[in-house]
């Protein structure tokens, strides 16, 4: 069977996913997702502010349910609206038409009320993100693995440098104590070792500068890299890399109350 869904602000009759009005980018009748043959294309109907799949805009593209739709921008600014496409899919097939799976993505989504039959939709079914939840999980361990690594080879190679320069002096003023039997020669040698020792310190500080400024840039890009996979897988919203992701399953649901279940 084939189904046409319309979609927007201001949709009636059969088969429309109305979006609530407070979501101003999305247009009265935004896109149309069509049904033929056990594909799902997603249409856009010339709205103003476009539909977007996985970040790209688009006007006409073959969706799944693991695919992230926008509609009216490309953000969460409380006007652009996340199309749920997991619900629509489930209850099309609850009517009995079969999706065919284009490309499984990576997915991140909203609850939205939705119009008609596509509203019915049980609570438990929608918001168990527990298998979902295992991409959050591997995202902390694996920034907190690198993290480990980069600032311990990043300490020694800041320390090392100087260490090794600051031993130079101090042990030329203690060979020539041991081999000058001249007691004054002797005192010259270690005061002169210890003012040389500190002098390579002071002149080794300002490399060490730039490298604690080249660690720092490491692990902001560290955090770029993990912070994309450290989210509600729900929501969308960012979790702290510094939360361990044992203290948010042991809440047993997303922090910012969307009402996503791990």
């Excluded at 149309?32 to 539909?51: E, K, M, P, R």
């Excluded at 652009?80 to 997915?107: I, K, V």
């Excluded at 042991?250 to 996503?260: D, H, L, M, Q, R």
Aim: hydrophobic share 30%; charged share 25%; aromatic share 8%.
């Amino acid at each position: 069977m084939d189904i046409d869904i319309k979609i927007g602000r201001e949709v009636d009759g059969a088969n429309v996913c109305r979006v609530p009005e407070s979501f101003t980018k999305v247009s009265r009748l935004h896109a149309i997702l069509q049904w033929h043959d056990g594909v799902a294309t997603l249409v856009d109907n010339g709205s103003s502010n476009g539909t977007f799949v996985n970040g790209r805009r688009i006007t006409s593209c073959q969706v799944s349910e693991n695919d992230t739709v926008w509609l009216g921008g490309n953000e969460n600014d409380g006007k652009c609206y996340q199309l749920d496409l997991r619900q629509l899919f489930s209850s099309l097939r609850a009517s009995g038409n079969q999706p065919t799976y284009s490309r499984p993505q990576s997915y991140s989504r909203q609850d939205a009320p939705m119009g008609n039959q596509f509203s019915e939709m049980g609570n438990a079914q929608g918001n168990d993100y527990s298998r979902e939840f295992e991409r959050v999980k591997q995202a902390y361990i694996g920034y907190h693995e690198e993290y480990s690594k980069l600032t311990k080879k990043a300490n020694t190679r800041m320390q090392l440098p100087r260490i090794l320069l600051s031993l130079i002096p101090a042990l030329l003023g203690l060979a020539i104590m041991l081999i000058s039997k001249d007691m004054t020669m002797r005192i010259v040698a270690v005061s002169a070792g210890s003012v040389l020792s500190g002098l390579v310190g002071t002149l080794t500080m300002g490399k060490g500068s730039k490298k604690k400024e080249k660690l720092t840039e490491d692990i902001l890009d560290l955090q770029l890299k993990y912070q994309k996979d450290y989210k509600c897988p729900k929501c969308g919203k960012a979790y702290n890399l510094d939360l361990h992701w044992k203290k948010i399953q042991a809440e047993g649901k997303c922090p910012y109350g969307c009402g996503a279940q791990f």
